[in-house]
């Protein structure tokens, strides 16, 4: 981590303290939460015991010189923070420090926090949306939707605040929405969404496509099988061109080909489970990239 940078990309940020009541600087709070969050730390607490536990490391970086906060005080100064203001700060720290290659995959997922909920307010909970790097394991941007029926309006506005030049977007069934798709091209990436009976006509068209595959045999080309602890799982996958599509879907911008996936299960002494997922895409695939 390049102390540097993120004091050059989170600078932006402003302090409504008053400067001469300042003990802790913004800049020592934040950085120091922000690695106490990556080790894994949960609560102001645990963020407190962590910066405790690294003093020394801190103090050599001329950070909390004047000693460690309380968590009260460290939770009281981060919540002073502009979240619109911190959201452009992290998105610029983190173009900075990841560079896409060609193809690499970008995975799109709404996820609830845990322990958001209250019991008193039903509605309380909270739902994040999360743009992840698959090869670096890094988070590129996140935005908070107001409720999980409202994915679909907030992946469009996440999708516009990064960088998708040579990526390729996966996104669960709720995502597969032409807008969306047309907002990833716009981008200058490509898509792999999930697509399930939300999109009816274009689910009947695949299924329809790929009846051939699911009645024939499987050749061990197609084939991926795992063995572990008494479980057997068998994957193949069949790619074809979006011209085997029985209809109009020229609504799905740049769509090239239609995926399916077949998925079969076995674990010792439950039934056996057969799935069959698919997947439509603006890039040219083969059956090993998916």
Sequence with gaps: MYIESFKQHFSAIDDHRQSAKVTYPLFDVLFGSLCAVIASSNGWFEIREYILGHHSWFKKQKMFIDGIPADDTIARIVSMIEPDSFNACFLAWMKSVHQLTNGEVIAIDGKTLRGSY????RSSTIHMISAYASANKLVLG???AEQKSNEITAIPTLLKMLDLRGALVTIDAMGCQ???ATTIIDKGGDYLLAVKNN????AKAINKAFSSHRSAGLSDDHVNI???HGRIENRACFVLSSAELDGDFTHWEALKSIVMVESFRAVKG????LEY???ISSKVLSAEQP
């Design 118 to 121: 209250n019991r008193d307010d």
């Design 142 to 144: 996140q935005l908070k």
């Design 178 to 180: 032409t807008a969306i």
């Design 199 to 202: 999109q009816g006509n274009l």
């Design 226 to 228: 795992e063995k572990s």
């Design 270 to 273: 439950k039934t056996a489970s």
């Design 277 to 279: 997922r698919y997947y």
